[in-house]
């Protein structure tokens, strides 16, 4: 099983970046897909980004050209790169292993206007 811990959340205005960090345990890190998701209030939560071991990349339209995933296998870690953040980026933002379903515990964004 696999251990995910993120950081970086906070609170920011509109415009403004944040980075999140998910930093993994377990030597399945270099061979797997990296995630992450995100979870608004009263909202489903949805894949906002992916990234294989090869570092092909995957994101969400609504993301697209503003957010960046990146993972350093070395240092077992995946990160997200927020730019231009927007109110409605607001949410919990989950790291996931998909194929193990393995979960962060979350870190909440906070984009005011």
């Known amino acids: 099983q696999v251990q995910l811990v993120e950081s970086g959340g906070g609170l920011v205005q509109a415009g403004g970046s944040l980075r999140l960090s998910c930093a993994a345990s377990g030597s399945i890190f270099s061979i797997a897909p990296m995630a992450w998701y995100r979870q608004a209030p009263g909202k489903q939560r949805e894949l906002v980004a992916i990234?294989?071991?090869?570092?092909?990349?995957t994101y969400a339209d609504s993301v697209k050209g503003r957010f960046t995933i990146s993972r350093d296998n070395r240092e077992n870690t995946v990160y997200l790169q927020m730019n231009s953040l927007k109110p409605e980026d607001t949410a919990v933002y989950y790291c996931?292993?998909?194929?193990?379903?393995?979960w962060g515990q979350g870190t909440q964004v906070t984009v005011s206007s």
């Open positions: 996931a292993v998909p194929n193990l379903g393995s």
């Open positions: 990234i294989t071991r090869g570092g092909t990349t």
